[in-house]
């Protein structure tokens, strides 16, 4: 009996240790993203994402969601602080943020031999490769056809018409809104980054060609006073989050809009206006707009920076990106795939967001990366100045350009 | 019998002289350090050393993102700050907003104090009812003034164009926006000093103020001369209270205007979250939020002078 006993111990006490280095080999791999928390396609990508675990089966993926409000401020201090996911997958002003501090490691072995198209460029800081593409969202002028075509409103191509045919979708649909935009700095983040588009888009840069910032440009000029012609044109719902700008859309209330991909994927999805209403248009302006990057990094306190960077360089593979295609609507990837044809039969405003995505710019300042924001408080504070108290363009920028000089 | 009386050992009481007796005594000796000890940690760690850990950073170069790299650059924030015409302007804004918030703040939650301290049917619901404002979260109150402000839909548009009037830009014109913002403050802050001054009404004995009245006083001087002398410890705590709450409210402005337009709500605190955030700048917002310590202890001082006067008259 008790030499049965003893063996049974023995059997029991193997399995035990090779449960335990089974468990030992197993690397869990935290990948941090705001949007793991989004209601619609999260599920998608973060499915996409866990594919890796059939491939590397010693790997286990685990999901870390965090608000897109709180992401980037918890990221910068959780990294700072020695801790911090594994992967994280960030805005680019986080990503430069984190770079700048010698955060984020060489994740070049991941993008070695793959095809990268052109949103790859910003990840390479001072030669070395600290993130890979996720996704690029680029700008598009937006328009709900039902209300447009009832109310025989054309597509613009200037911001003249796009106060026409605004003005005549309220005047056809009565309860309706001509167009939807960001207008108040309650909504800093979200507000500077949508009046790149107009910035850029009436040829204004931030910086010129010998690295000084130029606020108060003609171009810049042009670009306030225009967004300031549409604010008085009674067609923007004044007040109104985007959040609940973008709900109104969904319900079929909005003629026009200016928003990226990601914004109008989010429109497109579960509310009254079906996605084959949604039309999609280059924007109204001469020049390109501007687009939000998000890249993955790798977190330079990981314990697991060679698993991490393995995972990278499965995402940009041609299996990695096909899961990532399928997750991520119309957003630009890291290479040209190209997007998902059931998607662009439901969904036909998805193309024009992959064209003008080829040719629009960060809407971060090059060279000032890291001091984009600190620099746009005051720009953006001068744009709030002229919607509201009707302050002069050209003297409120003046006035911005002469504190954005004193910054630095 | 005074407390130091309490505090004294009874002559009569002879001192124990064995060496249980003793270590009892030694033990007792220590005992309201043992009760003291925890709370004096706490404080030491979650108070008192963040505290310090601020005053440092607010001397150094210290970013967000690199906290453990920062260089020890003296008063040089300190210097930027004071030379900032901005920097006035947020001061400005906040000691506005918090003196008001003050001033109404305690008019009507004292106003209603008053009414309900006396008899009146349903008077343990309307009590309840007007404590509602003060149980809300402030994040839930925040959101649901936002839909109560909104231009086009809001309730108080509503009101106002229903009333024949033009819409009122509560949250988007830089004339309207702190007083909205000290509508909301008001409507959370009155329920507290209702609640604070009800008890300290109902602790004004019944039969000086029935003096008085006999004497010929009218309801005024009664207020004047007996309510007031006895409740005015706990308004002036109350008023320190939320002063010092004031100073350092950050949700409520955030959530409702982000301190626009144009930088016509930006207080201290939103001030330094921008700073801290959006500059990545942890030194200089630092120094914000030392100038908002030093405000706030300026308010207590003032208050601990009061204090004093009053308990010198009181011993005269």
Same mark, same amino acid.
């Given at each position: 009996m008790t030499s049965i006993l003893k063996h049974v111990f023995a059997v029991a006490m193997a399995c035990a240790a090779a449960t335990s280095a089974m468990a030992q080999d197993k690397v869990t791999l935290v990948v941090?993203?705001?949007q793991w928390l989004d209601a619609l396609r999260g599920e998608g990508l973060w499915n996409a994402v866990k594919a890796y675990e059939k491939t590397a089966p010693n790997i286990e993926l685990k999901a870390l969601g965090i608000p897109s409000k709180?992401?980037?401020?918890?990221?910068?201090?959780?990294?700072?602080?020695?801790?911090?996911?594994?992967?994280?997958?960030?805005?680019?002003?986080?990503?430069?943020?984190?770079?700048?501090?010698?955060?984020?490691?060489?994740?070049?072995?991941?993008?070695?031999?793959?095809?990268?198209?052109?949103?790859?460029?910003?990840?390479?800081?001072?030669?070395?490769?600290?993130?890979?593409?996720?996704?690029?969202?680029?700008?598009?002028?937006?328009?709900?056809?039902?209300?447009?075509?009832?109310?025989?409103a054309k597509v613009p191509a200037t911001v003249e018409e796009l106060i026409a045919?605004?003005?005549?979708?309220?005047?056809?649909?009565?309860?309706?809104?001509?167009?939807?935009?960001?207008?108040?700095?309650?909504?800093?983040?979200?507000?500077?980054?949508?009046?790149?588009?107009?910035?850029?888009?009436?040829g204004a840069s931030w910086v010129d060609g010998a690295g000084k910032l130029t606020i108060n440009t003609p171009e810049a000029v042009a670009a306030v006073t225009?967004?300031?012609?549409?604010?008085?044109?009674?067609?923007?719902?004044?007040?109104?989050?985007?959040?609940?700008?973008?709900?109104?859309?969904?319900?079929?209330?909005?003629?026009?809009?200016i928003d990226n991909?990601?914004?109008?994927?989010?429109?497109?999805?579960?509310?009254?206006?079906?996605?084959?209403d949604i039309h999609a248009a280059a924007m109204p302006f001469a020049h390109p707009g501007a687009h939000q990057q998000i890249y993955v990094v790798v977190n330079a306190n990981?314990?697991?920076?060679?698993?991490?960077?393995?995972?990278?360089?499965?995402?940009?593979?041609?299996?990695?990106?096909?899961?990532?295609?399928?997750?991520?609507?119309?957003?630009?990837?890291?290479?040209?795939?190209?997007?998902?044809?059931?998607?662009?039969?439901?969904?036909?405003?998805?193309?024009?967001?992959?064209?003008v995505a080829t040719k629009s710019h960060s809407v971060l300042i090059p060279g000032f990366e890291t001091e984009t924001t600190q620099i746009m408080r005051p720009v953006m504070e001068a744009v709030e100045e002229v919607l509201i108290n009707g302050t002069d363009p050209a003297a409120a920028l003046a006035k911005a350009q002469q504190r954005v000089d004193g910054m630095f | 019998m005074s407390d130091q009386a309490l505090l004294e050992r009874p002559a009569a009481v002879p001192a124990p002289t064995s060496r249980k007796g003793r270590g009892s005594q030694g033990l007792s000796r220590l005992l309201p350090y043992a009760f003291v000890i925890l709370p004096a940690a706490y404080l030491?760690?979650?108070?008192?050393?963040?505290?310090?850990?601020?005053?440092?950073?607010?001397?150094?170069?210290?970013?967000?993102?690199?906290?453990?790299?920062?260089?020890?650059?003296?008063?040089?924030?300190?210097?930027?700050?004071?030379?900032?015409?901005?920097?006035?302007?947020?001061?400005?804004?906040?000691?506005?907003?918090?003196?008001?918030?003050?001033?109404?703040?305690v008019a009507v939650g004292m106003i209603a104090a008053l009414a309900l301290n006396r008899p009146f049917p349903g008077r343990t619901l309307v009590r309840g009812i007007l404590l509602f404002g003060w149980a809300v979260p402030n994040v839930a109150a925040a959101l649901v003034w936002l839909w109560i402000f909104n231009e086009r839909s809001g309730v108080l548009n509503t009101i106002v164009t229903g009333l024949g009037l033009e819409r009122i830009s509560w949250l988007t014109s830089t004339d309207m926006a702190l007083p909205s913002i000290l509508l909301v403050t008001v409507w959370q802050v009155a329920p507290f000093v209702m609640l604070v001054m009800l008890a300290a009404l109902q602790s004004v004995p019944e039969e000086v103020k029935e003096a008085a009245v006999i004497d010929g006083a009218d309801k005024l001087s009664v207020f004047r001369a007996v309510t007031l002398p006895h409740i005015?410890?706990?308004?002036?705590?109350?008023?320190?209270?939320?002063?010092?709450?004031?100073?350092?409210?950050?949700?409520?402005?955030?959530?409702?205007?982000?301190? *626009?337009? #144009? @930088?016509?709500?930006?207080? $201290?605190? !939103?001030?330094?979250?921008?700073?801290? /955030?959006?500059?990545?700048?942890?030194?200089?917002?630092?120094?914000? *939020?030392? #100038? @908002?310590?030093?405000?706030? $202890?300026? !308010?207590?001082?003032?208050?601990?002078? /009061?204090?004093?006067?009053?308990?010198?008259?009181?011993?005269?």
């Open positions: 941090s993203n705001s709180d992401y980037g401020d918890r990221l910068m201090t959780e990294f700072g602080a020695g801790a911090g996911p594994d992967v994280a997958i960030i805005q680019e002003g986080v990503f430069y943020a984190l770079a700048d501090a010698g955060l984020l490691v060489d994740v070049g072995a991941a993008a070695e031999g793959v095809p990268l198209n052109v949103t790859k460029d910003n990840g390479i800081v001072d030669g070395v490769t600290l993130g890979v593409p996720w996704q690029r969202a680029a700008y598009a002028l937006i328009y709900n056809s039902k209300l447009t075509e009832a109310a025989g045919s605004a003005k005549a979708v309220q005047e056809k649909t009565p309860g309706s809104i001509g167009f939807t935009a960001r207008h108040q700095i309650s909504d800093f983040s979200g507000f500077y980054m949508d009046f790149q588009s107009w910035a850029y888009g009436y225009a967004f300031k012609e549409l604010y008085d044109a009674k067609v923007i719902p004044v007040g109104d989050d985007f959040p609940t700008q973008r709900t109104r859309f969904k319900e079929g209330q909005v003629g026009f809009s991909s990601g914004g109008t994927l989010n429109i497109a999805s579960g509310g009254a206006t079906k996605g084959s990981s314990k697991h920076q060679e698993e991490a960077t393995a995972f990278l360089k499965w995402l940009m593979s041609p299996e990695g990106q096909a899961g990532l295609r399928k997750a991520s609507g119309p957003d630009m990837l890291a290479t040209d795939v190209p997007l998902d044809p059931d998607f662009v039969a439901a969904n036909p405003w998805a193309t024009t967001f992959a064209e | 030491l760690v979650f108070m008192f050393y963040p505290l310090g850990r601020q005053v440092y950073l607010s001397l150094t170069r210290t970013r967000l993102a690199n906290p453990n790299r920062s260089q020890f650059i003296g008063f040089g924030n300190y210097e930027r700050l004071f030379g900032n015409p901005e920097f006035y302007s947020v001061l400005k804004i906040t000691l506005v907003y918090s003196t008001m918030a003050v001033v109404l703040g005015l410890p706990t308004l002036q705590l109350v008023s320190l209270l939320v002063m010092v709450w004031s100073i350092r409210r950050f949700d409520i402005i955030y959530l409702l205007t982000g301190g *626009g337009p #144009v @930088g016509s709500t930006s207080t $201290l605190i !939103v001030k330094l979250r921008q700073v801290a /955030f959006e500059n990545h700048d942890l030194g200089m917002s630092s120094a914000y *939020g030392v #100038v @908002g310590l030093m405000l706030a $202890l300026m !308010v207590a001082a003032i208050h601990a002078l /009061f204090n004093i006067r009053r308990q010198r008259s009181n011993s005269r």
